[in-house]
């Protein structure tokens, strides 16, 4: 069910929807949008085989879908997208998961066809999203410049509050989008989305990859951005990166189920899951950002 703002409630926060029929919304400076289109097509599938040089790719890759936030007066973009979250995995190559012999069957395109699981089918990725500097943003002819030092992030102590977060406060928009999934040949499921949330006082993103390859393994990587709508159009963001993972035999011996029917919520069951790396940054945005 898509998600209906109130007009009355973004009048009265300051915010106004993106025009021609765009999916988002104007706020304190920011343009906040999403988009959600149909899976690749088999002619766009071999281009970005050819692109990212690898003939394995999620079974339904959305790669027309994004959400992307821009801050209009320093030109600083942040995006999400499939693609770059498939480059990070293609970097981050690691090892493939040791499938039970009695499952590798079901990877078999092709009857008696042998099963070499030489890569990592489960498409983890360490993506926490994209970002690039656009300038002479109301020139109309943006000039990208890429790794740009406005975009400096800073590790920090500094720790978004889930508790203020909450809080009832009107949800200005919302959205949920999901850039990759796959239900590795039924033996469970990758899957990465996105979801954004803004609200009067600011706004709200979970990134996040799911894995569970059933009976053997679950990862969970999350990246959570958190911005406040500041005063004289300067805003700090925090970035919560968090990566969990843990094996069912582990789980097991601690007396928790087996049974992978028992793990299809990853909102549920994160905080049993070890934490494996953890850390948090933040990025002060203003207008000193545009040269």
Known sequence: MEWESDDK?????????LPDSRRGLRIHGWEIESRKLSILNSVHLQRWEKELQTSHLPEMVFGDNCLVLKHVNSGAKFFFNAFDALVGWKHEALPPVEVPAAAKWKF????????????????TTPYCGSETVERNVECGSAITDEGSSCIRWEDCKEK???????????????????LYEDELADNGISLLTVKVRVMPSGWFLLLRFWLRVDGVLMR???????????EHNKYIILRESCWR??????????????DSAAYSDPSIIAEILPIVM????????GVSCKQ
């Open 9 to 17: 409630e973004l009048k009265a926060a300051g915010a106004e929807p």
């Open 108 to 123: 078999r395109s092709k009857p008696l066809q042998q099963v070499v699981l030489d890569y990592d089918y489960t498409f």
């Open 160 to 178: 978004i509050d889930l508790v203020a977060l909450a809080s009832k406060e009107p949800i200005l928009f919302y959205d949920e989008i999901i």
């Open 220 to 230: 969970l990587r999350d990246t959570r951005l958190h911005c406040l709508f500041g």
């Open 245 to 258: 993972e843990t094996t069912f035999q582990a789980l097991s011996s601690k007396g928790y189920p087996s």
């Open 278 to 285: 953890q850390k948090t940054q933040k990025l002060n945005i």
